[in-house]
């Protein structure tokens, strides 16, 4: 059962590189979300999804832009990375209201 | 706004021994109360969670219970194992609007032999 995929599992960038985070889950979730996890913060919310075509801004979006053209499918885009930007980056889906999300094992991206 | 506050850790404990991580929150409405577990280098895993007042969410052992009154849903194990190393995290989703997920800073336990 693959659930929630993500790729790549590691990243490093320079300052000023743009890149896509891939995230894709086959569970048929409408709830798709995109959290980072830095030391002592826990995880923030940077976008999220109810549903294809349906994006929203979460806790922390600057820098961030996601689209969700597809059901499964829920790609992550930094513009111009930062290094305020290094981060482990978890992608989530759950199948509605009030119900737990799923997460992939992350992306560790590192930002030169 | 909503909000979770955890115990900072680490919690270090002895093999068989009781653990207790606390937990309070802060929300508007009735919201659904969960804990995750993440072990080292994976993801998040869903351990447990309670959506009304009174609920107690078990599983592998851990118990929770959703104290309105109290606002808070700590997590208890009676006799923890070395396999229970990892960091828990206490999390809400708020009774109205959009269902994200509001966590705590989370709470690192070690178990040692």
């Known amino acids: 059962n693959a659930g929630v995929t993500q790729t790549p599992k590691f990243q490093v960038l320079k300052t000023g590189q743009s890149m896509t985070l891939q995230c894709a889950q086959d569970?048929?979730?409408?709830?798709m979300s995109w959290y980072r996890q830095d030391p002592g913060m826990g995880l923030r919310l940077i976008h999220y999804?109810?549903?294809?075509?349906?994006?929203d801004q979460g806790e922390v979006p600057n820098g961030y832009n996601v689209s969700r053209s597809t059901t499964e499918d829920f790609p992550l885009r930094l513009l111009s990375a930062a290094p305020s930007q290094t981060s482990v980056y978890f992608c989530?889906?759950?199948?509605?209201?009030?119900?737990?999300?799923?997460f992939g094992d992350g992306t560790r991206l590192s930002i030169l | 706004g909503d909000s979770v506050t955890q115990m900072e850790g680490p919690v270090t404990l002895s093999e068989e021994a009781f653990l207790t991580i606390n937990c309070t929150y802060t929300?508007?409405?009735?919201?659904?109360l969960f804990w995750y577990v993440q072990y080292p280098g994976e993801g998040l895993q869903l351990l447990l969670k309670?959506?009304?007042?009174?609920d107690k969410g078990s599983n592998k052992g851990f118990e929770a219970t959703y104290r309105k009154e109290t606002t808070s849903f700590h997590l208890e194990k009676g006799s923890v194992q070395v396999s229970d190393s990892a960091v828990y995290f206490c999390a809400l989703i708020p009774g109205t609007g959009f269902q994200k997920l509001v966590f705590g800073t989370g709470t690192r336990l070690l178990v040692s032999p």
């Open positions: 929300a508007t409405g009735y919201p659904s």
């Open positions: 309670a959506t009304k007042a009174d």
């Open positions: 569970m048929n979730h409408e709830y």
């Open positions: 989530a889906s759950s199948s509605g209201v009030g119900q737990p999300q799923h």
């Open positions: 999804s109810v549903g294809a075509g349906i994006t």
